[in-house]
């Protein structure tokens, strides 16, 4: 099982922007945010893999993935005397282009494709009040299919 804690404001990948060139060649260029991002998380992901595995020793099964994107609590939700405690965050950025900016960017380092992953589950929620922003993963081996609908 690998964990990996990635501290920050988890980013959405968002879509590369096309560009006709004079010569006209299309050029795709993925935003900054996106490419900084994934850059982070990779970093953290190293540091992972460092602490509980070998470079060497990607996964090569499928893989289940849990991933839980905390965002910070709105200043305007603080409260003295009694702190808010977790919600669900039903706000803008979307689950699935949150999700595609982990994935990709553990690609060759936690597992050889995202395509591996065959059991995703994924929580975006709002931090208790004073907890910082953060996004978790964890990837395991997953389980055998007994019959349909049923893991092992």
């Not at 690998?2 to 590369?16: C, E, S, W």
């Not at 929580?123 to 395991?140: D, F, H, M, N, W």
Request: net charge positive; proline share 9%; charged share 25%.
């Amino acid at each position: 099982m690998l964990m990996i804690v990635i501290p920050g404001v988890p980013i959405a990948k968002a879509r590369p922007r096309v560009f006709r060139m004079k010569t006209g060649i299309t050029r795709a260029i993925t935003p900054e945010t996106t490419v900084r991002f994934e850059q982070h998380v990779k970093l953290c992901a190293m540091e992972a893999i460092n602490k509980c595995m070998t470079m060497g020793d990607m996964f090569s099964s499928p893989i289940k993935a849990t991933i839980d994107f905390y965002y910070p609590c709105p200043m305007s939700q603080y409260r003295k005397t009694m702190p808010r405690p977790l919600q669900w965050r039903t706000k803008k950025p979307d689950v699935d282009n949150l999700t595609k900016s982990v994935l990709d960017a553990l690609n060759g380092m936690a597992y050889n494709d995202d395509s591996q992953v065959v059991i995703l589950i994924v929580r975006k929620i709002q931090s208790a009040q004073g907890e910082p922003p953060k996004t978790t993963v964890c990837l395991e081996k997953a389980g055998i299919i007994n019959k349909p609908g049923e893991l092992l």
